[in-house]
T-cell receptor
Framework: GENVEQHPSTLSVQEGDSAVIKCTYS??????FPWYKQELGKRPQLIID?????GEKKDQRIAVTLNKTAKHFSLHITETQPEDSAVYFC??????????FGKGTMLLVSP | NAGVTQTPKFRVLKTGQSMTLLCAQD?????MYWYRQDPGMGLRLIHY???????AKGEVPDGYNVSRLKKQNFLLGLESAAPSQTSVYFC?????????????FGDGTRLSIL
């Protein structure tokens, strides 16, 4: 089955800095890659996603890049703010849109 | 429009007890999923359903059963609860035929097995 590796497990940055989270996947048939933000005690919230026929997607301060050949994709957050502090999960979509998640990255943005 | 609703929100069980978690969605979605989330882990797929009357195993199905008797409901059962099943359970749904659409998640059920 699919395997998704996510790094780093924790990331501390100063407000205004950029943050990058990286994921790799194993199944070349995966064709959809969402990123979720999860605050403590809350449900995962989709923040951005990318499809396999696209190399990059941007939404304001958030961008995602995908390298299908290398089977890796990354989340980039620019001009980080304290409210960006949360756990971020990457995922890869397989058969019947089932999602395989990475183990998460705890992002801490210090004022 | 409530989206995906999970009941109960919290529950404490004793080892060996049984219970059923209910997931209901009002978006007429064909696909529904059950995930569990443990500390330091991402969500892991337990079971899923691609339509009324059909279910399939995910990554971690042991100790759980599911049923999809109605399109809007997806039930997750624990026949004999074990401490290893202490977790947060999330249900999600998605329309069929849109494999590149986001899943809609419920608020989760926090389950503790003593």
């Amino acid at each position: 089955g699919e395997n998704v590796e996510q790094h780093p497990s924790t990331l501390s940055v100063q407000e205004g800095d950029s943050a990058v989270i990286k994921c790799t996947y194993s199944d070349s048939a995966s064709n959809y890659f969402p990123w979720y933000k999860q605050e403590l005690g809350k449900r995962p919230q989709l923040i951005i996603d990318i499809r396999s026929n696209v190399g990059e997607k941007k939404d304001q301060r958030i961008a995602v890049t995908l390298n299908k050949t290398a089977k890796h994709f990354s989340l980039h957050i620019t001009e980080t703010q304290p409210e960006d502090s949360a756990v971020y999960f990457c995922a890869a979509s397989g058969r019947y849109s089932t999602l395989t998640f990475g183990k998460g990255t705890m992002l801490l943005v210090s004022p | 429009n409530a989206g995906v609703t999970q009941t109960p929100k919290f529950r404490v069980l004793k080892t060996g007890q049984s219970m059923t978690l209910l997931c209901a969605q009002d978006m007429n979605h064909e696909y529904m999923y059950w995930y569990r989330q443990d500390p330091g882990m991402g969500l892991r797929l337990i079971h899923y359903s691609v339509g009324e009357g059909t279910t399939a195993k995910g990554e971690v199905p042991d100790g759980y059963n599911v049923s999809r008797l109605k399109k809007q409901n997806f039930l997750l059962g624990l026949e004999s609860a074990a401490p290893s099943q202490t977790s947060v359970y999330f249900c999600a749904s998605q329309p069929r035929g849109y494999s590149n659409q986001p899943q809609h998640f419920g608020d989760g059920t926090r389950l503790s097995i003593l």
